[in-house]
């Protein structure tokens, strides 16, 4: 019987050799290999019913217990169902008087198998000896137990002489059939996963958009995808059995000997390295290429080959490139720009730290510029900028750095001086080479520059106010006149701070109503009659007490907030205005001081002045407005419609500080000008036979000649009264007569004298 027990073991190792054939060649056909595999289960079954264990006729034992319940584990139902269809048929075809019991046997250990199953996918058992000889040992059991369904005199014989050696055997068997099936099925599922696995990275890395090669231990080609093929111009065929020097790098290149170091790196380090390197295609072109490299390792961790990933990067690298320029470089003269020159500024820094020398740092502008750009265009400007920072070049060191900061600012960084005194030779050499003609296209352009120097370690300790004392000492050498060079000295910052607090204050004045206007008369020099004013705007600062024109207007203008101011002097004289014709005079007239500034702004609205007065009730020629000989010089369309716009509302124009400027004698009739005031400056020195004299009676003669009337300012003493009146000057206003008053000591001054001062016969 045990011999029969032990045949009927062999069928189970079959078993396990044709489930593993089904397995390896049918993985990816699920259907299919469930159903051949629900055959052979089912086939070993019959084939073990074909010569079983028989104990009396109708009576047999054989392994379907143990390959029906191993069908419900590793099969499922539908594996499950098919064999135990194929027993169940069988065992019915043979008949007998243990048919029934045979087909409850194997619905049974199929329902037993699956129940396994499910508790194994739920986490609640594992598949191990030990829980596969417990599942043995219980399907058996159950089997001896359905056994006790046959006859009495059949069950003492089978509880006799079967049940021990069916126990005994079959529930190893199960295990043993058990550990086969998962071996096969862990070593199948290994392979086909690592089968997979190599298809999907041979297909990703033919597909991937970047080449990947595999080079040997001597640097020969091993695989070579399609685009290496596209990046280097070789083929797979060309290229495979090829070596690195022979296909994309020269021998004697830089690249070569980068790549080299690489390769030494992984075969020491192990690990995987990136790099950066040029290299060569096909057709002899160079192009930029990032490499990923790494290592393969054979079982022993012996370096075996290196696999490389290339991205060719040349187009990127160039963007880079030009986004790099731009950042660091001025498009215009290729100078560096600001950021360059900062950086620069930090590196000389350290450099003169580390060498005990000084630095010196020239902050360079262009005089009358502005002026060129105006007149001959912007792209002539560029063309002399252009030209400038030839010169530069030619006139500094290769080891200095200069700038171009924007406009007509340049900066020049000279390092290494033993002594600060060697910049003298340098600044006047610079201010004397600028000063040289410049040559632009057909043109010949002169021009000058101013220049601010700062000494490191001297005068500044960090780059910021390196900057700034070069600035401040430029504006210093421009508003000496230009064309030379003045170094930084504290006291400029003291300036700038007092300058920069008077922003600010001023900034607030005009919200806070600090402005007030002061009057001073015009007296008219033939009768002594005055009807007229010049309003002049006071500063009542909180404290600094009262502060003159001269001190903020300048800074007004550069900050525009002299727009606003503007406005408030024209509304304010205008109010006055109209209140002085109900007290004072029927005709009195207000003149207002203008600034270039509101001329050239795009806000400025003649008619919004117009409105306002049209609100008083007043004609245009309740105030007359001053403007500079510079308006007219620099005229263009917005300005001659604001001065159309005057001329249209009667509000009179007088031209101020007539004589120390440049004017057009056609300018004064096209714009419709109504009186010109000669400046104080020609009136200071006035004296019989004088050349002031001359020039008076010469600008009034020519007024006169062009129906224009004429003020004269700053006369402060009878005589110069006296020879004005002689000459034939129309209006005077000075000292002589009233410093500037507030409007209640100018009501004042005008009852006292009965509006009219008492001139010689």
């Known amino acids: 019987m045990i011999t029969g027990f032990i045949n009927l073991l062999a069928l189970l190792l079959s078993l396990s050799f044709l489930h593993g054939f089904i397995f390896r060649f049918l993985h990816k056909k699920h259907h299919v290999k469930k159903v051949l595999s629900g055959i052979v289960f089912g086939g070993i079954c019959v084939v073990g019913m074909f010569s079983p264990i028989e104990f009396s006729p109708g009576v047999i034992f054989d392994p379907r217990s143990v390959v029906l319940s191993i069908s419900g584990l590793f099969g499922g139902p539908i594996v499950a169902i098919i064999a135990a269809a194929i027993a169940g048929g069988y065992r019915l075809f043979l008949g007998g008087g243990g048919i029934y019991v045979g087909v409850t046997v194997i619905i049974a250990s199929v329902c037993m198998g699956l129940g396994y199953r499910h508790c194994v996918q739920k986490g ?144 020491e380090q192990k690990g995987g390295e990136r790099s950066n390197n040029d290299n060569v295609t096909k057709d002899g072109r160079t192009i930029n290429c990032e490499w990923y490299n790494t290592p393969i390792l054979d079982d022993d961790g012996k370096l075996i080959a290196i696999a490389s990933l290339c991205d060719d990067v040349t187009v990127r690298k160039q963007s880079e490139l030009i986004i790099w320029q731009q950042a660091h470089y001025d498009s215009l003269t290729g100078l560096a720009n600001r950021k360059m020159a900062n950086d620069k500024l930090e590196e000389a820094i350290k450099v003169a730290d580390r060498s005990k020398k000084s630095i010196a740092f020239l902050f360079l502008d262009l005089d009358r510029f502005k002026h060129i750009n105006d007149t001959q265009g912007h792209a002539f400007g560029d063309m002399l900028l252009v030209e400038v920072s030839i010169r530069l070049c030619g006139y500094f060191r290769e080891i200095d750095t200069l700038a171009r900061f924007g406009g007509d600012e340049f900066v020049i960084i000279v390092g290494g001086l033993d002594s600060p005194d060697q910049v003298d030779l340098i600044a006047s050499g610079l201010v004397k080479k600028m000063a040289e003609p410049f040559k632009v296209g057909q043109e010949t352009v002169y021009i000058s520059t101013s220049v601010g120097i700062t000494i490191y370690p001297q005068d500044a300790s960090d780059p910021v106010a390196i900057l700034r004392y070069a600035d401040q000492a430029m504006y210093a050498a421009k508003n000496d006149g230009g064309n030379r060079f ?273 001139l010689p016969n």
């Open 124 to 267: 609640w058992a594992k598949i191990n000896v030990w829980q596969l000889l417990l599942f043995g040992l219980l399907v058996h059991l159950v089997v001896i137990l359905i056994f006790t369904q046959l006859p009495a005199a059949v069950v003492a014989g089978v509880m006799s002489t079967v049940a021990i050696p069916l126990v005994l055997t079959f529930t190893p068997a199960t295990a043993l059939l058990g550990l086969l099936l998962k071996d096969v099925e862990d070593r199948l599922k290994t392979e086909n996963a690592l089968r997979e696995s190599e298809l999907k990275l041979s297909h990703h890395l033919h597909n991937t958009p970047l080449a990947a090669i595999t080079w040997d231990r001597n640097f020969y080609v091993t695989q070579w995808n399609k685009i290496a093929e596209e990046i280097f111009g070789y083929s797979a065929e060309e290229a495979i059995g090829g070596h690195a020097t022979d296909l994309i790098l020269k021998a004697d290149s830089k690249a070569a000997a980068e790549a080299g170091q690489v390769f030494a790196a992984l075969w």
């Open 486 to 758: 003045q170094y930084f000295t504290p006291w400029m910052q003291q300036s700038a701070v007092s300058r920069m607090a008077l922003i600010s204050d001023l900034r607030i004045a005009l919200p806070e109503n600090q402005f007030q206007l002061y009057y001073q008369p015009i007296v008219d020099l033939v009768n002594g009659d005055v009807y007229k004013a010049e309003a002049l705007i006071r500063w009542n600062h909180p404290d600094k007490g009262l502060i003159g024109p001269v001190v903020f207007v300048s800074i007004a203008e550069e900050t525009k907030l002299i727009l606003g101011i503007g406005d408030w002097v024209f509304h304010e004289a205008s109010r006055q205005a109209a209140r002085w014709r109900a007290s004072l005079r029927p005709n009195f007239q207000i003149s207002i001081n203008t600034s270039p500034v509101q001329y050239k702004n795009d806000t400025f609205s003649v008619k919004s002045w117009l409105e306002h007065l049209k609100t008083l009730e007043l004609p245009g020629d309740a105030i007359a407005v001053e403007i500079t000989e510079g308006i007219l010089v620099e005229s263009g369309a917005s300005v001659d419609k604001i001065l159309f716009d005057f001329r249209e509302a009667n509000i009179q124009v007088s031209i101020d500080d007539f004589g120390t400027g440049y004017s057009s004698l056609s300018s004064l009739k096209k714009f419709g000008i109504d009186y010109l005031k000669i400046d104080k400056s020609f009136v200071d020195n006035l004296e019989p036979d004088s050349n002031d004299l001359a020039l008076c009676e010469a600008m009034i003669g020519m007024a006169h000649k062009l129906d224009l009337k004429v003020i004269a300012e700053g006369i402060e003493t009878a005589q110069q009264r006296d020879l004005l009146i002689a000459a034939g000057c129309d209006y005077g206003q000075g000292y002589l007569f009233s410093k500037p008053l507030p409007e209640i000591k100018f009501e004042t001054l005008l009852k006292s004298i009965g509006g009219h001062f008492r």
